[in-house]
């Protein structure tokens, strides 16, 4: 298991788009600009629908091409902005607040925006991140530990996520790492269930 390369998740068994709305923590890994917006749009789609609010923690250039490609699939971007069920936050606002990344401390951001949501009355929240810009102001076993985190919070609250990187500027130790503690991968053109996942249980002292 420890050697898997990237390559054996494309000899997988293809699944369609229908598996977004059936898993909480998925990662689509991406190789250009072009493709890096594929399952963005059912993702936001199915949550917007289920009465989540959506929280993009993407660089705004990334946010702005997520709203024109889910205006041109006629989705109303303004009015969800409007009735705040559509919200935005730079990935470094998010992820190193003036400080070095914590993972406590982002797990606590993002638990306190799933509280907020929840009273104001959204069934829960669903977050899109794409840290692939800052990959380099941490080190890689910090954000897994993030990310470990993050699959039990999601596992365990009504909270959903979809982590997008960059493979152009993720290195392989990191993206191997990643697929581990996601349900479900996306990778080319395919979305596959990770045969090296399993439901995660957080240890605390």
């Not at 936001?44 to 660089?59: D, E, F, G, I």
């Not at 902005?81 to 730079?90: A, S």
């Not at 365990?156 to 982590?163: D, Q, R, V, Y």
Request: hydrophobic share 40%; net charge negative.
């Amino acid at each position: 298991m420890e050697d898997f390369e990237l390559e054996e998740l494309k000899e997988k068994e293809i699944t369609n788009l229908e598996i977004i709305p059936k898993t909480k923590h998925l990662c689509w890994l991406y190789e250009s600009d072009e493709d890096r917006l594929g399952v963005v749009e059912p993702f936001l789609v199915a949550a917007l629908s289920r009465r989540k609010q959506c929280l993009l923690v993407v660089p705004a250039a990334v946010r702005d091409e997520i709203y024109t490609d889910l205006t041109q699939g006629d989705v109303n971007v303004k009015r969800y902005q409007d009735i705040k069920q559509m919200l935005h936050v730079e990935p470094q606002d998010m992820f190193f607040q003036g400080g070095p990344l914590d993972t406590d401390v982002v797990v606590h951001s993002i638990l306190a925006s799933l509280a907020r949501a929840q009273a104001e009355g959204w069934e829960g929240l669903a977050v899109v991140t794409d840290a692939s810009q800052v990959l380099g102001q941490a080190k890689d076993e910090d954000w897994l530990a993030l990310e470990f985190r993050m699959d039990y919070e999601c596992y365990a609250k009504p909270c959903t996520m979809l982590c997008l990187y960059d493979q152009r500027l993720a290195s392989g130790k990191l993206l191997t790492a990643m697929i581990k503690v996601h349900p479900v991968i996306g990778l080319g053109n395919t979305l596959a269930r990770n045969p090296f996942y399993s439901a995660p249980t957080l240890h605390t002292s």
